[in-house]
């Protein structure tokens, strides 16, 4: 994220960088410091669903023992992130970046006739477990090769679907869809 902002902050320019931004510090700290408090945030929700899991899984087995023997718990996608955190993250920014890319490129095409969004919460969350197995499986390449396509497969899963849906919950596709949502 350090590196985000750094890159944002030269292509704004130094004034309005310093706008955008902050006003009272440097790009460079101001952007070292967002980069920290993103760390701290991600260790933080890792740290949350680990603590949470740990809570719920043995509560499960306890009723599922008397209720429904034999049952397995279902745990969400954030359940592989400690298996590789450098992962989730190279997911999360190449999606970003590729998602933002795709925009671009739509936008300059008339394609879409209102505003998709590049979806932060389904860059994380899907994305960021998807770039997880494809290091798995296929190592750094794998991460930034499947967490590319993701991100422009996703912008198009959205911009496609919000016309079919324009009477139902469109709003909240382009808010908070995802890939399986919009599919």
Do not use: H
């Not at 016309?163 to 808010?175: E, G």
């Amino acid at each position: 994220m350090f590196l985000v902002y750094v890159v944002v902050g030269f292509i704004l320019g130094g004034e309005q960088a310093s706008k955008v931004f902050s006003a009272d510090k440097n790009l460079i700290i101001f952007s070292l410091m967002q980069g920290v408090l993103f760390g701290a945030g991600l260790t933080i929700l890792l740290t949350g669903v680990r603590m949470m899991l740990a809570e719920i899984i043995p509560a499960f087995k306890g009723i599922s023992y008397k209720v429904i023997p034999n049952a397995v718990p279902a745990l969400d996608a954030p359940i592989i992130f400690p298996y590789a955190p450098n992962a989730v993250i190279i997911g999360f920014l190449v999606s970003m970046v590729t998602s933002i890319i795709t925009l671009v490129i739509l936008g300059n095409t008339g394609i879409f006739q209102y505003a998709v969004l590049s979806l932060t919460i389904t860059c994380f969350f899907e994305i960021g477990t998807a770039a997880v197995i494809g290091n798995g499986t296929g190592g750094l390449r794998g991460a930034v090769l499947g967490s590319a396509v993701t991100g422009v497969v996703m912008i198009l899963l959205v911009g496609f679907s919000v016309p079919l849906l324009k009477n139902t919950i469109s709003d909240w596709i382009l808010i908070f869809g995802g890939n399986d949502f919009s599919l």
